[in-house]
């Protein structure tokens, strides 16, 4: 075997070696130091406008950003969290006499509101045929939300101190993506043996696909936090306004979504004897909240980018695999990568891939 050619073997293993264990070092923080790109992401041209606002002092502006974003995004988050995590326990305790003791006590005052029992007296014998009980099945899911619910609690409790941990590092990254990131990411594309026109467009198409990928999340979590609003408002719940941005925040979490919140608000208007308001409740989230999350998220998220298209399939794909190999934070990676992922090809086969050292040679 040739020297030089060994020699280059030997030193493409070595490199490859040297990134494992630099993946390997950062990968207890990853989901931390993915959020700050994320949140840096989404509020860069706010830095940019804020940095020119303190006479282009990098340090200064970074700080006041990170302190900002902490203030607004960060620490709302975590309270309603707290708070729920909390409260989830609470509620179960009160709610588990009437789901062990009694289990079929909830249902009967369900089966009070009029317009109700005439439904399902009108259900049960088509369900019948199928040997489907409509009271065992309400049970049965009935439980299992109130499990999830209380693993959530528990999940919060026990993971306290390293999500603490998790956000001071996300905050530190946070400042330094915002001071040293434009530099950083000019190095890395300097790395890229590609055309300067290539990278041009590269960094275009990210920017097309993050921008859309965020702001659709972000509009489909708006547009839950509306709709529940406009239930509790409609119910008399105190509060609606908090209970919609809980709600809207709530979205953001895979599967169980919206019905953290809206759940057990509905189940404790019907167990206050307010069957009422708590049955209209359960009907809007059943009805319109909660079959809209997936929906509203994939055909916000979806659409043109700029000068690409993201097709809904690619977004519920991607949210779909992002949450079973990512967590939480797949519910932006997944569709994400995806659309990148689509989205270079495209790039690569509408324009010939030359590297910048073919362009010198010629």
């Known amino acids: 075997m040739n020297r030089n050619l060994f020699g280059t073997m030997l030193a493409l293993i070595a490199l490859l070696l040297y990134l494992a264990a630099v993946i390997a070092i950062l990968f207890p923080f990853l989901q931390a130091l993915l959020w700050a790109g994320i949140i840096a992401l989404m509020t860069y041209p706010l830095y940019d406008r804020l940095y020119l606002a303190v006479n282009r002092r990098r340090n200064l502006a970074s700080s006041l950003m990170t302190l900002g974003v902490i203030l607004v995004l960060v620490l709302p988050v975590v309270a309603l969290i707290v708070y729920f995590a ?5 509620f179960y305790e009160n709610m588990e006499p009437a789901l062990f003791n009694d289990p079929a006590s909830i249902w009967h005052q369900i089966k009070k509101f009029p317009p109700v029992n005439l439904l399902i007296n009108i259900l049960n014998p088509i369900f019948a045929r199928f040997e489907i009980n409509l009271q065992e099945t309400f049970r049965v899911a ?7 619910l209380v693993n959530f609690s528990t999940a919060v409790v026990k993971k306290s101190f390293s999500f603490a941990l998790e956000l ?13 990131g434009e530099n950083f ?3 890395i594309l300097d790395l890229i ?7 041009g467009l590269l960094i275009q198409r990210v920017k097309e696909v993050v921008t859309k990928i965020l702001s659709g999340l972000l509009f489909a979590c708006f547009i839950q936090g509306i709709l529940a609003t406009l ?3 409609l119910v008399g719940l105190p509060v609606p306004v908090l209970l919609g941005i809980a709600t809207a925040i709530a979205a953001l979490i895979p599967l169980v979504g919206t019905t953290l919140v809206w759940v057990p608000a509905a189940l404790i208007l019907v167990l206050q004897g307010d069957y009422f ?11 319109l909240i909660s079959p809209s999350d997936n929906l509203i998220r994939a055909l916000s998220m979806s659409g043109r980018a700029g000068t690409i298209y993201i097709s ?16 939480f934070i797949g519910i932006v990676l997944g569709p994400l990568v995806l659309s990148l992922f689509l989205s270079v090809m495209e790039l690569f086969t509408s324009h010939p891939l030359q590297t910048s050292e073919d362009v010198d040679a010629q």
Do not use: C, H
């Open 142 to 148: 009935l439980q299992q939300s109130m499990d999830v």
């Open 168 to 180: 001071v590092i996300m905050a530190v990254a946070l400042f330094f993506i915002y001071r040293d």
């Open 277 to 287: 308001r708590g049955l209209i409740l359960l009907v809007w989230g059943a009805a």
């Open 193 to 199: 043996p590609l055309r300067s026109e290539i990278k």
């Open 231 to 233: 239930g509790y408002l």
């Open 86 to 90: 909390t409260q989830g326990q609470d």
């Open 312 to 327: 809904p399939l690619v977004i519920i794909l991607g949210l779909l695999g992002g949450m079973a190999v990512f967590g």
């Open 185 to 187: 990411a000019q190095r």
